[in-house]
Structure formats: C-alpha cells, structure tokens
T-cell receptor, first 117, second 115 residues
C-alpha cells in the first residue's frame, strides 16, 4: 500500500540536543510538507518542498531545518534554537500538476510526538 | 491574508441525529476548500474538497459539505451521526492564485457522538 511513514512514533530528547524526524513516502508525490500541531492551534506549516533539492520556509520555520535530497524523503531537524519544540509533528505529501499544487489534497503520515525536557 | 475559522471547539450530537461542523474562511478570490478528520494519535485523513460547480460536495464516510460563497462558509454535514464519527475535524483553505501552495487550517472542532 502506498503511504507516508513517519518514524519514530514517540521521541524523547534533552534540551539543547538536535533531533531529526524521518518522513518517507512511496506515493510518487513531488510536494512534501512538515506541520506542527499544538492543542487548540490547529496545524502550522514549518517547511515545504515542491521538488527535489528545493524547499521553502513556512510560517514557523525558525529553529527547524530540512533537506530534500530524494523525492521519497523529507527529514526534519529540530535544532536547539527552537524555543518550544515539544509538539506533535506531521509530515504530508501531495501531487502537483504543472508545478502547482492546486486542489490536490494532502496525504498525512501518523505523526511523531516529540517531547523535550 | 488567508484565514479559516471554526467557531466551535466542541460539538456534541446524539447517535442517529444529523451533525454540522461549521467553517468560515477569509481569502481573496475563490479558494479550494477541504475537510480533514483526525483520530487520536494519528495523522489527518482527507474527507472532501470543493473545487467548483455544485455547492454540495459529497465525500468519504457519508459526509458532505455545503459551500456558500455569500457567507464564505463551508460547513461539514452528515445526515445521521455514528459513534465512530467521534474525532477532531479540520477545515482548510488554499488560494487558487498561481504560486499559492500553502494550505491554511482552522483550529479544529472536536466532534463527540453520544450513543
């Protein structure tokens, strides 16, 4: 079955450490996204990538970094500069047509819950 | 600026009764509109979308949504609620204009269907 795999499901880190969240998709989608979900705040976009080797900052990119070296993979690093990293992180992908996302829905992974103490 | 409002944090409905989850939006022009559902500790699942044409859109699991341009609303509905419909529901909007790729989400509405 095609889908998006996020690993690990739960992640615990000490404050001051960088941590990388994995996201892999086998849907052959060009576009991939990282969202952060906090209670009562909905989903906020961290980074997105429409094509390999290219990515754009979202609304809350500070303290995060990404890479897109392969179409299937879009790892997110939460750096020590992120002030409040404890959250539920969701990776998603979507089709593009002529380089535009348009009405394509997002397909989501099952998330990684990061706890930093 | 684009924004999505879900005015109710919580909606309770008895099993078998009709349900409505409200969504209003603010965006230039005609947006693409989406509904997603999230079960505990899972990602979001796509339910339905409005592109153009008929204002009543049918989606997965018996859900439908009504687009109202004059009221800038896109309310999610179901004629008869099931206990298994209990979940967190998100409305989302994307601008149609070229270069607009971000999907803006509302803050979510928790639906509880009471047996």
């Amino acid at each position: 079955d095609g889908g998006i795999t996020q690993s690990p499901k739960y992640l615990f880190r000490k404050e001051g450490q960088n941590v990388t969240l994995s996201c892999e998709q086998n849907l052959n989608h060009d576009a991939m996204y990282w969202y952060r979900q906090d209670p009562g705040q909905g989903l906020r976009l961290i980074y997105y990538s429409q094509i390999v080797n290219d990515f754009q900052k979202g609304d809350i990119a500070e303290g995060y970094s990404v890479s897109r070296e392969k179409k299937e993979s879009f790892p997110l690093t939460v750096t020590s500069a992120q002030k409040n990293p404890t959250a539920f992180y969701l990776c998603a992908s979507s089709e593009t047509r002529t380089g535009r996302i348009g009405d394509s829905p997002l397909h989501f992974g099952n998330g990684t819950r990061l706890t930093v103490t | 600026a684009q924004s999505v409002a879900q005015p109710e944090d919580q909606v309770n409905v008895a099993e078998g009764n009709p349900l409505t989850v409200k969504c209003t939006y603010s965006v230039s022009g005609n947006p693409y509109l989406f509904w997603y559902v999230q079960y505990p500790n899972r990602g979001l699942q796509f339910l339905l979308k409005y592109i153009t044409g008929d204002n009543l859109v049918k989606g997965s699991y018996g859900f439908e949504a009504e687009f109202n341009k004059s009221q800038t609303s896109f309310h999610l509905k179901k004629p008869s609620a099931l206990v298994s419909d209990s979940a967190l529901y998100f409305c989302a909007v994307r601008d149609r204009r070229a270069g607009a790729n971000n999907l803006f989400f509302g803050t979510g509405t928790r639906l509880t269907v009471i047996p």
